[in-house]
């Protein structure tokens, strides 16, 4: 078996415009590509980071909520490399998004943080 690359990971989401502003307008990823599904009255969106396809949002009626707490098996969170955590937690502190303290992974010695989406995906920042 040969495996390239992680092609996208895809998020469901409870609120379409709220989501889609977080991930366009906090995150800074861009929509390559929306389209409506009137069947299924759903969005799949694809959002890029640097151009790079990475996210396929997409929007249901009345998805059924997420177990964060305590965590289910599965997919744990979402995580971004970031040049420095302070900055981008100004920001956040900026935008009224609420997050965690900074830890230190003991493995790396590389800080991150946590946050979450609208949807309350947990969403973390790991320092290069």
């Known amino acids: 078996m040969k ?8 998020v469901l989401c409870s609120n379409y415009p709220l989501s ?16 409506y599904r009137a069947e299924r009255d759903s969005y799949k969106t694809d959002l890029a980071l640097h ?11 009345n998805p059924p909520k997420r177990v964060t707490n305590p965590e289910a098996a599965g997919l ?9 955590i302070d900055t981008n937690l100004k920001e ?3 935008l009224g998004i609420k997050h ?3 830890r230190v992974d003991p493995f790396s010695d590389k800080r991150f ?16």
Do not use: W
């Open 113 to 128: 943080v946590f946050f979450a989406d609208p949807d309350g995906l947990p969403i973390e920042f790991y320092e290069k």
């Open 51 to 61: 151009g790079e396809f990475i996210i396929e949002l997409f929007s249901f009626p």
């Open 100 to 102: 965690e303290t900074p």
């Open 92 to 94: 956040l502190d900026r």
């Open 76 to 84: 744990r969170h979402l995580a971004f490399e970031v040049d420095d």
């Open 3 to 10: 495996i390239n690359k992680v092609h996208h990971v895809a």
């Open 20 to 35: 889609l502003q977080f991930y366009t307008q906090v995150l800074g990823l861009e929509v390559i590509a929306e389209h």
